[in-house]
């Protein structure tokens, strides 16, 4: 029963990678961006909750309520003022940009925060859990997580399809050009959905530190585990990015349960096995977002 | 469009004169142990390395169009490297530093046959996460120290005075070895194609040019020099541990240099080089806030200037050090393309 209860853990991780994955998946298929600072961004977001719980003893589950809108401007201002610029031909730029971002993110919150573990803490939540039989039980906070990727993923999908703002970003993706001329403020569209990424974002920093620790030098990690995601469950594609999660969470679960030091690195491998036999990963949908 | 109506040229006067010059300066570099103290050498070590692994780095993203974050991952096979067959094999140390650029060039081979597959910011990440594998591979070995690390015996039992010399020596032969290959390489056709890459892959790779095999051989050549100057900086620090050597901070530190310096040019990693060494000797003191600085500046090169400061130099005053371009001149009553002529027309052959 053990290793069902291991499987059922990274399952269930997978809803928190989904989260990270679909703010990446966004703005790449809005922009063409690939958010080298995306991990550190989390981080941030983390810290700032920090901040709150620390200042008024909030419960870091409600400052969400403030982190999220925060983070949201954060990315509003961020495109406008600076990636809205490297935004050329040259699609080298944008990477080199948020790579400096992201180093500068690390090292910046190093200097405020020391590189202390730091833990977010959210109460009786975060350990309660539904026992299904004797030796198998589910925590509450890790379905919550799932649940909030669910519902992520699913309200994204509804935006993008079904309101006015949606088709002005699907119409951004396919032809920039073509968007603008219609009438779409490309440059506006561009800070909303990195916007929206570091809200979604902002979620998962805060719900991933609250279930483990985080120090200013994790986000590089995240990152790449959001990348691993995207890749997996295939590029472009929300519901995929949900597969993707899944497998990762189950990979390192199992790696992790194999020998101690394994987890993260088998989570790589699977990735890398997924590269070398099915590259366009497992549900691709890259032509839309 | 007949030959003799035009004449390509890839050097003019001044650009002998410069090299010349350079020339005598790695010659003058050469002698440096002979006479200053012990601890120049040793300070120099690092200059010289970093020279070598911003080249490298330029290598692949100035001139292939290949942008890694991954290039920690063969600065750590190198060192590793020197420990394996310095201590595991009982080679020379020295020996082993040339080993251990060739096992990090070998190990690079399979590696870009899976992020190869990867595109722009994906690719990054990709090389990103293939350093990260490196690196918990090592971790998860006990014969290497696990995450605490070996210290490299071999080396450590050496003469103080030989080591220093042969590290220097070493790290000297690395960063002119790593300039003169860029230089050679931008020379030759492979050089022509990798540019050609940068500008316009598809247009390049419906010439017939093989885009694959030229970038591979780009991140070959890369993954060598970075390994053989990352078993250099090991010799000077003796003792190897899997988070620094492979840490991420070894390709911010390329990254800056070359963007700051001038992307695509071989002179830009130098002046970037140099201009890190300073900032990182002159704010020690004062934590990482010297890498902050670095990567707000590169920021802002990147939006601003992207040339970066060579670039710039370049573009204003037509300088160049070390020539990789070719110069199209014309002979005389030859006018239909003459719009598009670069400025250095009718520059002496």
Do not use: C
């Amino acid at each position: 029963m053990t290793i069902v209860n291991v499987i059922l853990q990274g399952v269930l991780l997978g809803g928190l990678y989904a989260l990270y994955a679909v703010g990446l998946s966004l703005i790449f298929g809005v922009m063409r961006i690939v958010n080298l600072a995306h991990g550190d961004l989390s981080i941030l977001a983390a810290f700032i909750s920090l901040l709150i719980v620390d200042t008024i003893g909030l419960n870091p589950l409600l400052a969400l309520v403030a982190v999220i809108p925060l983070m949201f401007v954060v990315g509003y201002v961020l495109q406008l003022g600076i990636l809205n610029f490297t935004l050329s031909s040259d699609e080298m730029r944008p990477i080199l940009v948020t790579f400096g971002m992201s180093i500068i993110l690390q090292n910046a919150l190093l200097e405020t925060f020391t590189a202390d573990s730091q833990g977010l803490d959210a109460g009786p939540v975060e350990n309660a859990s539904v026992t299904l039989t004797s030796n198998l039980a589910i925590g509450w906070f890790p379905l919550i997580i799932m649940v909030a990727a669910v519902v992520v993923i699913t309200g994204l999908n509804f935006f993008l399809t079904r309101t006015q703002l949606g088709r002005a970003f699907r119409a951004t993706s396919d032809d920039q050009e073509a968007a603008r001329l219609m009438g779409v403020n490309n440059r506006r569209v561009y800070g909303l959905a990195m916007g929206i990424s570091l809200g979604i974002v902002a979620l998962a920093g805060v719900v991933m530190g609250i279930r483990t620790t985080f120090d200013p030098l994790t986000g590089p990690l995240r990152l790449i585990f959001a990348y691993e995601t995207v890749i997996i469950g295939g590029l472009g594609s929300s519901w995929g990015t949900l597969i993707g999660g899944v497998i990762l969470g189950v990979a390192q679960a199992l790696g992790a349960y194999a020998s101690p030091g394994w987890g993260i690195l088998a989570g790589h491998l699977v990735f890398l096995a997924v590269l070398a036999f099915r590259p366009q990963g497992l549900l691709p949908k890259t032509a839309e977002i | 469009m007949s030959s003799e109506r035009f004449s390509v040229i890839k050097a003019t006067g001044g650009n002998r004169i410069a090299l010349a010059i350079a020339a005598a300066a790695a010659v003058v570099l050469f002698t440096v142990p002979f006479w200053t103290d012990q601890s120049t050498p040793r300070t120099l070590v690092t200059l010289l390395t970093l020279i070598a692994i911003s080249q490298m780095w330029n290598l692949l993203g100035g001139y292939a169009g290949l942008v890694s974050v991954g290039q920690q991952g063969y600065l750590g096979l190198g060192a590793y490297g020197l420990w394996f067959f310095a201590d595991r094999l009982g080679v020379h140390p020295f020996l082993s530093v040339g080993l251990a650029a060739l096992l990090a060039g070998a190990i690079s081979i399979p590696t870009a046959g899976l992020v190869f597959r990867l595109r722009g910011g994906y690719f990054a990440i990709g090389t990103w996460v293939t350093a990260e594998v490196f690196r918990l591979l090592v971790a998860n070995i006990r014969e290497t120290g696990g995450g605490s690390g070996i210290t490299i015996t071999s080396v450590a039992q050496m003469g103080t005075g030989t080591r220093m010399m042969g590290t220097y020596w070493l790290a000297l032969l690395v960063a002119v070895g790593t300039v003169v290959v860029v230089y050679l390489l931008l020379r030759s056709r492979l050089g022509l194609a990798l540019t050609a890459i940068r500008d316009n892959e598809s247009a390049v790779e419906s010439l017939g040019i093989n885009v694959f095999r030229a970038k591979l051989w780009a991140y070959i050549i890369s993954a060598v020099g970075t390994g053989a100057a990352g078993a250099i900086i090991y010799l000077n620090l003796l003792r190897v541990q899997p988070s620094a050597a492979f840490g991420i901070s070894w390709t911010a530190i390329m990254i800056f240099a070359v963007v700051i310096g001038g992307m695509g040019t071989i002179e830009g990693p130098i002046i970037g080089a140099f201009l890190f060494f300073v900032l990182q000797e002159t704010m020690a003191e004062y934590g990482t806030w010297y890498l902050i600085t670095l990567g707000i500046l590169a920021v802002a090169v990147t939006v601003r200037f992207p040339a970066g400061i060579w670039g710039t130099v370049n573009e204003r005053w037509s300088l160049s050090l070390f020539p990789v371009r070719r110069i199209l001149r014309m002979e005389e009553g030859w006018s239909s393309a003459s719009g598009d002529l670069p400025r250095d027309r009718g520059s002496n052959v």
